[in-house]
Each structure stands twice: as C-alpha cells, then as structure tokens.
C-alpha cells in the first residue's frame, strides 16, 4: 500500500491507547514503501504524543518518509489557506491538500474528516483511507 499520512493515523499506530491504533496497526501491515509525509505532520504527531525521539523512529523504520518542501509550494498553500479560511485548515492539513494535488494516485491516510470537504485542484475529491464509519468519534483528530 502506498499513500500520503496525516497525523491522526501516525498517533493513533504509535499509541495503544488511541481509539483508533487497531485499525492504523492493522492498515501498517500492509505498507510496502514508506507513507509520504510532511514535517508539519510529524510535528503535530510528536506534540500529541509527547515525544519526538518515537517520531523520528516512525522515520527510521521506514514507515513514513518527508516528501514536501513548503517553501517551494508556500504561494499554493496561502491560496489553500484562503479558500478555506472559514474552515481554519492548519498548515499539516493544507500541506497535504497540496501533497495530494502533487501526487493524485495516493490517498491520504486520515482520521480527519475535514479530508471530505477538501478539494485538490479546486473541485477534486481528495481519496482517503480513514477508519470504519462505526469508529469514528467526533472531535478526534
């Protein structure tokens, strides 16, 4: 499997606690290549789990790799950050929006459900892979 990951699905594969680590540990298994990511991500992952030595070994292990430069694409965010300002999108989120416009062949691996009303390029539905409908908890990102 191949794909872009947010930071929902990283917290929740590296903390067993997480209302979703079954289903990020069980989605992990089948990750042939490193997840494509960025360093906004990695650093909302690290904040939430309260430890950056885990998030860099998430980068070690081949689980996820930076694959976005932000300076090269900060013209495309602010207009992303524009279009959706009544949504208040963070910079992860808008980095994968890009990310996602960069890269149309992979999904984005969410728990977020902003990734449903997200559009690349404008009016393009971003594809996701999030957890069963039955698992989601509102306010949990």
């Keep these: 499997m191949r794909g872009i990951a947010d930071t929902g699905f990283l917290v929740a594969y590296a903390n067993r606690r997480d209302v979703y680590f079954q289903w990020a540990y069980a989605l992990a298994e089948h990750i042939l290549e490193p997840l494509l990511t960025c360093e906004s991500v990695l650093a909302e992952t690290a904040y939430h789990l309260k430890n950056s030595g885990l998030v860099l070994r998430l980068i070690e292990t081949g689980l996820v790799r930076v694959a976005f430069d932000l300076e090269s694409h900060r013209r495309e965010l602010a207009e992303l950050a524009r279009r959706y300002a009544d949504r208040q999108p963070d910079l992860a ?36 892979i999030m957890p069963p409908h039955h698992l989601e908890v509102p306010g949990n990102q």
């Design 93 to 128: 989120d808008l980095c994968l929006i890009r990310m996602s416009e960069l890269n149309p062949e992979l999904p984005v691996i969410t728990v977020d459900g902003d990734f449903r009303i997200y559009r690349r390029n404008r009016r393009e539905t971003i594809p996701v």
